[in-house]
């Protein structure tokens, strides 16, 4: 199978092209940024998803599924262009598998569009509304781009079209956002919450976004790995010091004296949980994780 991988360079999407290619597939990245040393039977395309040198794979290599990495969450870049590369970036991406007479496509997404909420249920399933813009205004680029991919599977159903919902990813890669609020030795909480966080090694999620593309899934998914585990024993089982402070003054440490640079509505994620059932992926595609909870959270901290 002939795969395009948008976001090809993503510390992800490489273990996901990698896995593509020892099962023999064929894969063809597109991403602004370079892969030196992609291996041998990946094809890359330095282009930006929107312009038309991206629409070309598509044109010139007729692929026959897309998987679809190149949503960004990092606040360094603006909400302008965030939205011009979450959402315009999956809207012309989708679009393009129309045209082009792709079969098949992987929308990979986060779990973290459903909000974190004092009154949320603890396991959200994927009946679940997307409910993040209400706390986390910065999140609607994302929300945005879940739905529209979601919209594909009856806007296009000659797409077989899944749309996974991922836990956070931690792994010797050290990448992600769970990896980067973990980057330095003390990690900021809020005093008196200690919420469930849950996450998933990030070789069971490459593993994971490659089944649902052999499986030609339909449908949206959570995908999960083992169990979640408290805020305060994550930080303990990485070899990071805890450091609960006050809610009121949280926004003005983020980014000072040694802590994760967080935008302030964040803070919802710092006190409330956002856990997901995962069984409706394992069923339909005989996922079963790897690493427990403990190994994620080694392999986090030994790399």
Known sequence: MRVVVTGISGALARMVAQRLVARGHEVLGIDRRPWPDAPKGVTMAHADIRKRPAEDVFRKHHPDALVHMATVTHFSVGREERYRINLGGTKAVFEYCHAHGVKAAVFVGRH???????????????????????????????????????????????????VLRVVYTLGPSRRGTLANYLGGPRVPTVLGFDPLYHFMHEYDAAEAIVLALEKRLRGIYNVAGAAPAPLSLLCRATGRLAVPIPEPIMPYVFGRFGFARLPPESIEHLKYPIVVDGRSFQQATGFRPQFDEVQTMDAFRWA
């Open 112 to 162: 973290t569009i459903y909000g974190a909420a004092p009154d949320a249920p603890l396991y959200r399933n994927e009946l679940e509304p997307p409910l993040a813009v209400a706390t986390f205004p910065d999140l609607a680029d994302l929300v945005a781009a879940d739905l529209f991919a979601g919209s594909a599977l009856w806007r296009w159903p000659e797409i077989d079209t899944s």
